[in-house]
């Protein structure tokens, strides 16, 4: 390829300024001389050239494929259905088809999910993939996708390339689906309070109605018939603290596209009010500030506290009215008010007749319904006064059998312990013995039910756990859990002893013997199963899409297994083991992808249309095969689409091997001209003057 350059070897300002000055001399000279004045403006002609240095350059080019970039979709909306086959024999054919062009280099670019819930980005993934093109070696775009695309441009201006756009849609026109949406969730509610949940099923191809199954941490509680495209209301009963999650289920379609966005889930963390305690001591002993002080700390429990300073037996001739103590109430207490408590603690209270029999029935019944009794026991526990003699005695877990054994020795955790999540890794306990300090009393008692968890002298039970029909009781047999808190031989972890044991009674979800637990990190799901028994079973992955997959555990530390798998889809994952449920998500639990399943041509029309391409769908309703448009190259106009065909503009582009400058102003030929005009200008207007 031949051009000329120019490179003056003066500014170029100052070479306009003199091709002015030579012009307006030409023209002076040839008014006032003649025609002769045409050769002395030649040479200036000459002289201005020769400043404007000109060349002539020829460049070796070598003629470059063009590239068409073709995005396809591989998102999580393009699993639905048959879309993915569809997508691949898509591929497979454009990439025979371009293959046969000698001039155009295709280049293929895969869009997967976006990291966050971004939806379906194909315009960023097709920037990334042409970072190292040239916005001129661009000849074409073609998208592979169901047109459901998040990141459309507004302008064609912000495309940054001016090559036809075309759209090949998959999927069918004749798609059905249901789906349920959520208008309002709630993420937190009080413990014991009711919520509201406010949802729509939609519908394209339904029956104009639906059947609604809500489920409540894996357990179904309610139904409801709704009419779709209609919002409705659930009433959901937040019934412990920790997450409680809430699965509204709407019933399937024949033929439906897709199950996975047929369920919605609503994880609602559970808050207690404020813990309700009370706590009974009998007389005062060393170890009763130590519970009062324990519970105290926490600012989120309500404690009620009496001490029997005088009990019925102890009668004297002091009038009443001079009496400084304060009536226990009874009657308020453990009749009127008992389920107001979250916990009931006995701290070596002992029968004294002052809680007639009927309240005992009371205590046995709060505990059956799914309340908490703590026995804290100390030597009156083995006497004839014991709470094991009276009609609380079907729901306390152990017998006294009358010892009372006052020796030092270390509290130890049982086999059973060390599967307990009360007890389980306490501070000191990985050593044999534990380095924590002694206990000096210990109460023999027949363990009826329940799991001993610590044991003291002689082997004997310490502290025994025991699920009561919905409710917990536990017994402690050592009211010397005070030596650790005043750092007795360095003392002990009491802290995290009471305190999970006061949280396991309460039902604290982070502290029950059979739990599924999961967790993500990235496209990682870690799975956790605490049990008491010696192994656990397989646990069941059910993805969005309604995959399953079964996962084994291995164990970490005695009762907790746990495994770590890789998931392939976004979405809310559903974890079994036996009744066990547990929920975890890749991404957002109720994705952006799956919001509008259905394959779209509108979305990328304009966008397409604008750069002179088209969008078409290469499957039609009924028809198992697929259609794919022929590939032409347009070398000129505006449009680049036809009913059986689409374009590419190629664009000529080159690589510049070589260039070879060959100056023209300069040397011998110029020196030549400059003098034989100059020589021809003299002689005539010599001849002139003759």
Aim: glycine content about 8%; cysteine-free; aromatic content about 6%.
């Amino acid at each position: 390829m031949l051009s000329l350059s120019l490179s003056p070897l003066i500014p170029t300002y100052a070479l306009w300024a003199l091709g002015a000055v030579v012009a307006l001399l030409a023209i002076l000279a040839f008014v006032s001389r003649g025609p002769v004045a045409i050769l002395r403006a030649l040479a200036l002609g000459l002289v201005l050239l020769a400043l404007a240095n000109p060349s002539l350059i020829q460049e070796e080019r070598e003629r470059v494929k063009d590239i068409v970039a073709v995005v396809i979709d591989r998102t999580t909306s393009q699993t639905l259905g048959d879309r993915q086959a569809m997508t691949d024999q898509v591929k497979a054919e454009l990439q025979r088809r371009f293959g046969a062009l000698t001039d155009v280099e295709p280049r293929f670019i895969d869009a997967g999910d976006d990291a966050g819930d971004g939806g379906t980005r194909l315009f960023a993934a097709l920037s990334s993939g042409l970072a190292d093109v040239p916005p001129d070696r661009l000849a074409g775009i073609v998208f592979v996708t169901d047109g459901v695309v998040h990141d459309i441009p507004t302008t064609v201006e912000s495309l940054g390339f001016k090559a036809p756009l075309h759209a090949l849609i998959t999927g069918r026109p004749d798609e059905r689906d249901r789906q349920i949406k959520l208008l309002e969730a709630p993420r937190f509610g009080i413990v014991g309070k009711d919520q509201t949940i406010r949802a729509e099923v939609m519908e394209r191809g339904g029956t104009g109605s639906a059947l609604v199954t809500i489920r409540r941490d894996g357990q179904v509680f309610d139904r409801q018939q709704v009419k779709a495209d209609t919002p409705f209301s659930v009433q959901v009963r937040i019934e412990h603290g920790g997450q409680n999650v809430i699965e509204l289920e709407v019933e399937g379609l024949p033929n439906e596209l897709t199950l996975a966005n047929n369920r919605a889930v609503v994880p609602i963390e559970g808050i207690r009010e404020k813990l309700r305690v009370l706590l009974v001591s009998g007389e005062p002993h060393a170890g009763e500030r130590t519970w009062r002080n324990l519970l105290k700390s926490d600012a989120n429990v309500d404690l009620v506290h009496f001490t029997i300073l005088r009990p019925l037996e102890k009668q004297d001739a002091t009038p009443i009215n001079e009496l400084s103590l304060i009536a226990f109430p009874t009657r308020e207490l453990f009749q009127q008010k008992i389920k107001d408590f979250d916990l009931i603690i006995f701290d070596r209270y002992a029968n004294q007749t002052i809680l007639p029999a009927a309240y005992f029935d009371n205590i046995v019944r709060y505990a059956r319904e799914g309340g908490a009794v703590l026995v804290a026991a100390g030597p009156e526990f083995a006497g004839y006064d014991s709470l094991a003699q009276t009609r609380m005695s079907p729901i306390i877990p152990g017998t006294p059998d009358g010892r009372i054994i006052e020796r030092p020795y270390k509290a130890a955790i049982t086999a059973t312990g060390e599967r307990h999540p009360v007890t389980r890794d306490l501070p000191g306990s990985e050593t044999q013995p534990p380095s924590w300090g002694d206990w000096l009393r210990i109460i023999g008692a027949q363990v009826q039910s329940g799991d001993t968890v610590m044991s003291g002298a002689n082997d004997l039970p310490l502290l025994v756990l025991r699920r009561e029909e919905k409710g917990r009781v536990a017994l402690l047999l050592s009211d010397h859990a005070w030596l650790w808190a005043r750092g007795y031989q360095d003392g002990g972890p009491h802290l995290d002893l009471l305190r999970r044991l006061a949280h396991w009674l309460m039902k604290e979800p982070a502290l029950e013997e059979e739990a599924l637990r999961a967790t993500a990190a990235g496209r990682d799901i870690r799975v956790e199963r605490q049990t008491m028994k010696d192994t656990a079973d397989p646990v069941t992955m059910v993805g969005p899409s309604g995959a399953e997959s079964t996962i084994t555990l291995t164990q970490n530390r005695p009762g907790l297994f746990s495994a770590q798998v890789e998931s392939r889809e976004m979405g809310l994952h559903t974890l079994r083991s036996g009744d066990l449920v547990a929920f975890v998500s890749i991404g957002p639990a109720n994705p952006r992808e799956l919001t509008d399943a259905f394959s779209n041509t509108e979305l990328l029309r304009p966008i397409a249309e604008a750069t002179g391409g088209s969008v078409r769908r290469v499957a039609m309703a009924g028809d198992k095969s697929i259609t794919i448009p022929r590939i032409l190259a347009v070398h000129s106009g505006s449009r680049f689409a036809g009913s059986d065909w689409i374009g590419v503009r190629p664009s000529d582009s080159a690589i510049v091997r070589g260039v070879t400058v060959i100056p023209m102003a300069l040397g011998f030929l110029g020196l030549l001209l400059l003098v034989g005009t100059t020589l021809a200008a003299w002689v005539m207007e010599g001849g002139r003057k003759r």
